[in-house]
Structures are given as C-alpha cells and as structure tokens.
C-alpha cells in the first residue's frame, strides 16, 4: 500500500500545474501555431467560444462564436501576463473585421478571462497597447469564458493543422499576410 501511494503522489508532484488562457486572435490554426512555439505552453487546442450555438463546427453552426484556442500552460515557466504579452504581438489589435485575409466575426479578437485577476491583466495589457498606439483604436475584446467547444470529430484535423499539414499551413500564412501585417505593427519580434 505504502509503494502503490508514494508512486501515485510521486506522479503527482511530476505533473506540475496547469493555468489556462483562452483567446481569439484570428484563425486558429495560427494562434495555435505562435503558442505551441512558446517555451512553456504545454498545449493549445483549438475550437470555438463566446456564441451561444451549443455545439460549434467549423462547417457552420457557429455563429456569434469566435474561433479561440485554450492555451495550456506551466506557470512555473508562463505567468498570465506573459501569456498577454505574446498575444497581442501575435494579433492585429485594430481591426474590427477580423485578422488579416479572414474577415468575419469568427475572426475577430478577443481575450477571454474567466477571474477577477485575469480581466485586470487584460484590461492594463490592453490600456498599454492603446498607449502605445494613441492615433489607432484597438478593436480587441475582454470577454468573460464561457464554455469552449474544442474543434473535434471529423473536424479534428484543424488540431495541430501546421504540424499535419505545413507546407499548406506556410502557403496560408504567408499569403493571407499575417505576418507581413505584424512586422508592420510591432516590427520585427
């Protein structure tokens, strides 16, 4: 007994905590791309939030939800506001017709806070953005969570999609001018 509870509590202390962020930032295969690159994100799933359609796909019946990723983090590594940092150097805070190529209310931006703490974070991230841009007008939200419907089923392949499929992943990116857009705005990272 005593060899079956310290090999479950050694698990335990192996599987260190967990903090959660949703945000939407444009298509999500993106998104999912620029976290999964940070040191510290253990995961980013992509699906759909913030409508009220209770079961989102991507072929449709997703209006009024975002397309938005739940990042996964370790914050022995990651706090929240680092996590808010990477966010907004990943997005177009200013257009309110979603990001880049992808136009629509799917695409638009948005953080998703389900605490106190983290709609104060967001809220000072974003204040200093439109500081930092006092002639634009930031178009990004601060939402409150609520369920998140990760992309499933036979829609599964839009998980992971630029690990699965990166040459058609590059081919998107670059020419639907993400990245051309955010070394306009923030210069180069």
């Known amino acids: 007994m005593r060899l079956l509870l310290a090999a479950v509590l050694s698990s335990m202390v192996g599987m260190a905590?967990?903090?959660?962020?949703?945000?939407?930032?444009?298509?999500?295969?993106?998104?999912?791309?620029?976290?999964?690159?940070?040191?510290?994100?253990?995961?980013?799933?992509?699906?759909?939030?913030?409508?009220?359609?209770?079961?989102p796909t991507y072929r449709g019946g997703h209006d009024g939800h975002y397309e938005a990723v739940r990042i996964d983090y370790d914050p022995a590594k990651l706090s929240y506001q680092d996590i808010l940092d990477h966010y907004w150097i990943n997005i177009d805070p200013f257009d309110a017709r979603g990001q880049f190529c992808d136009k629509g209310d799917e695409y638009r931006t948005a953080i998703f806070v389900s605490t106190d703490t983290?709609?104060?974070?967001?809220?000072?991230?974003?204040?200093?953005?439109?500081?930092?841009?006092?002639?634009?007008?930031?178009?990004?939200?601060?939402?409150?969570?609520?369920?998140?419907?990760p992309i499933a089923g036979?829609?599964?392949?839009?998980?992971?999609?630029?690990?699965?499929?990166?040459?058609?992943?590059?081919?998107?990116?670059?020419?639907?001018?993400?990245?051309?857009?955010?070394?306009?705005i923030w210069g180069e990272k």
């Open 118 to 149: 983290e709609r104060a974070l967001a809220q000072a991230s974003l204040e200093a953005v439109a500081a930092r841009f006092p002639s634009e007008q930031v178009a990004t939200e601060i939402l409150t969570l609520g369920e998140f419907f």
């Open 154 to 184: 036979d829609e599964s392949y839009h998980q992971d999609y630029y690990k699965n499929y990166p040459l058609r992943y590059k081919f998107y990116r670059q020419s639907c001018g993400r990245d051309a857009r955010l070394e306009e």
């Open 17 to 55: 905590q967990a903090d959660t962020a949703v945000l939407a930032g444009g298509c999500f295969w993106c998104v999912e791309s620029d976290f999964e690159h940070l040191d510290g994100v253990r995961e980013a799933v992509s699906g759909f939030t913030g409508g009220t359609h209770p079961n």
